[in-house]
């Protein structure tokens, strides 16, 4: 026999916590049993005023980074909305049911006022690959290099044109002097050899959006401006370094 739920249950009145509805094993429990982020205070410590308003705790701007990584969110602003909703998420910021969630805003703000020119986001990943070291899950018997391109915001249609030097010739004095140094630290003569000494030219363009992005070329057809995210990890898959070129900068 069919049945049809009714809807009396939304009107339901019960005495429960959000910690009462947040299952144990959930991802944000785990992360919160093995990691105390009181650490996070004196890292920014120096990014914050004793004058004006009392700010959002920067340990709550912090984990919202986490949670939209961690599950994947495509923006902060989605963040902030799926937090206002999921009780996990509100269980891993310490917000009650009745809190208001802080403007998805107040994080851009924050970031460009307090984060933008520090170097706190690499401190927090240096403490926490700190902590992993200590308790031996990072294995140093194989590294691991690998890259993946992220598009910029910028038209690829609209760029400029500049000449440069080839890189890898821009660097033939340095090299040289570095190899003469190490052969005298040998008790070797200076090399002879004459590398070539001509600079090649080679165009480069330039997007008028975004200037520190690379123009990338990948196949016959897809061209785009584009930034190269390198990726260093041990074999338990942890990340030990990373870092952000311009698109047309190759892994080696």
Same mark, same amino acid.
């Given at each position: 026999?069919? &049945?049809?739920?009714?809807?009396?249950?939304?009107?339901?009145?019960?005495?429960?916590?959000?910690?009462?509805?947040?299952?144990?094993?959930?991802?944000?429990?785990k992360?919160?049993?093995?990691?105390?982020?009181?650490?996070?205070? !004196?890292?920014?410590?120096? @990014?914050? &005023?004793?004058?004006?308003? !009392?700010? =959002?705790?920067?340990?709550?701007?912090?984990?919202?980074?986490? =949670?939209?990584?961690?599950?994947?969110?495509?923006?902060?602003?989605?963040?902030?909305?799926?937090?206002? @909703?999921?009780?996990?998420?509100?269980?891993?910021?310490?917000?009650?049911?009745?809190?208001?969630?802080?403007?998805?805003?107040?994080?851009?703000? #924050?970031?460009?006022?307090?984060?933008?020119? @520090?170097?706190?986001? /690499? %401190?927090?990943?240096?403490? =926490?690959?700190?902590?992993?070291?200590?308790?031996?899950?990072?294995?140093?018997? #194989?590294?691991?290099?690998?890259?993946?391109?992220i598009?910029?915001?910028?038209?690829?249609?609209?760029?400029?044109?500049?000449?440069?030097?080839? /890189?890898?010739?821009?660097?033939?004095? /340095?090299?040289?002097?570095?190899?003469?140094?190490?052969?005298?630290?040998?008790?070797?003569r200076?090399?002879?050899?004459?590398?070539?000494?001509?600079?090649?030219?080679?165009?480069?363009?330039? &997007?008028?959006? %975004?200037?520190?992005?690379?123009?990338?070329?990948?196949?016959e057809?897809?061209?785009?401006?584009?930034?190269?995210?390198h @990726? &260093?990890?041990?074999?338990?898959?942890?990340?030990?370094?990373?870092?952000?070129?311009?698109? #047309? =900068?190759?892994?080696?």
């Amino acid at each position: 026999m069919m &049945s049809k739920n009714n809807t009396n249950g939304r009107n339901q009145f019960a005495m429960l916590t959000i910690d009462d509805l947040v299952p144990q094993d959930h991802l944000v429990r785990k992360i919160d049993a093995v990691l105390d982020f009181e650490f996070i205070y !004196p890292i920014v410590e120096a @990014t914050c &005023s004793d004058l004006g308003r !009392p700010s =959002i705790d920067p340990v709550i701007l912090i984990k919202l980074v986490f =949670i939209q990584y961690l599950f994947g969110i495509r923006s902060m602003r989605q963040t902030i909305k799926e937090v206002d @909703t999921n009780v996990a998420y509100r269980w891993f910021l310490g917000y009650s049911f009745e809190e208001k969630i802080p403007h998805f805003s107040t994080f851009g703000k #924050n970031y460009v006022r307090r984060f933008r020119e @520090t170097t706190v986001f /690499e %401190d927090i990943f240096a403490y =926490i690959l700190e902590q992993a070291v200590k308790a031996g899950f990072v294995t140093e018997d #194989n590294l691991y290099l690998d890259s993946t391109h992220i598009k910029a915001n910028a038209n690829k249609h609209k760029f400029t044109k500049e000449m440069t030097h080839d /890189e890898a010739k821009a660097y033939q004095d /340095e090299l040289e002097d570095e190899i003469n140094r190490q052969r005298i630290e040998a008790g070797k003569r200076p090399s002879t050899l004459d590398l070539e000494k001509e600079v090649k030219l080679k165009e480069r363009k330039i &997007s008028k959006a %975004d200037p520190e992005s690379g123009y990338y070329v990948k196949g016959e057809r897809e061209k785009q401006f584009a930034y190269s995210a390198h @990726t &260093s990890c041990d074999d338990n898959g942890f990340i030990l370094s990373t870092i952000i070129t311009p698109g #047309n =900068i190759h892994d080696s």
